[in-house]
T-cell receptor
């Protein structure tokens, strides 16, 4: 089966750090995606983790633990423009299953 | 810009009608997937096409069908439209069926009245 769980909403302060967690159950698991989606727009790619560990890409980092079925997205030095939905998605058997998305609000 | 283009961007249809949505994949990408995203939800996988063959399907009824052409562009067809089909339809292309970055188009907003 395919199941992705992530919080529906989070609020964080500009300049701070926020961690968005995701747990997954994905048949034939290959890897895990994180996408950013601003309201009314298409999702844009942030990261794809296949191996365990942390991958850093500028202000954004993504972590994967395959044994725990767990991932997180870490956003540092938050900016107002980071207010968006963050989608966690597991890939397995030629199918990508998305979570509902975490709506992040960055406040001054 | 991802290089994935979709048309039309917005359309309104009546319940029971049929609709065709189109997608041009990023240059060189041989795999196209279609997703339905209802308001406040994550994208739901409809199906994937690889080299003109359906390569995987989500939990959508047969009235959702598709095609992929030799140039890897694709169509999504929905017959007998229902009110619940109102959503954003996203096309995504990638090089290969798994393990590669998926690039989304801007989507087609479908409203069924």
């Amino acid at each position: 089966g395919q199941n992705i769980d992530q919080p529906t909403e989070m609020t964080a302060t500009e300049g701070a750090i926020v961690q968005i967690n995701c747990t997954y159950q994905t048949s034939g698991f290959n890897g895990l995606f994180w996408y950013q989606q601003h309201a009314g727009e298409a999702p844009t790619f942030l990261s794809y983790n296949v191996l365990d560990g942390l991958e850093e890409k500028g202000r954004f980092s993504s972590f994967l633990s395959r044994s725990k079925g767990y991932s997180y997205l870490l956003l540092k030095e938050l900016q107002m423009k980071d207010s968006a939905s963050y989608l966690c998605a597991g890939e397995g058997y030629q199918k990508v299953t998305f979570g509902i998305g975490t709506k992040l609000q960055v406040i001054p | 810009e991802t290089g994935v283009t979709q048309s039309p961007t917005h359309l309104i249809k009546t319940r029971g009608q049929q609709v065709t949505l189109r997608c041009s994949s990023q240059s060189g990408h041989n795999t196209v997937s279609w997703y339905q995203q209802a308001l406040g939800q994550g994208p739901q996988f409809i199906f994937q096409y690889y080299r003109e063959e359906e390569n995987g399907r989500g939990n959508f009824p047969p009235r959702f069908s598709g095609l992929q052409f030799p140039n890897y562009s694709s169509e999504l067809n929905v017959n007998a439209l229902e009110l619940d089909d109102s959503a954003l339809y996203l096309c995504a292309s990638s090089l290969g069926v798994s393990g590669n970055t998926i690039y989304f188009g801007e989507g087609s907003w479908l409203t069924v009245v």
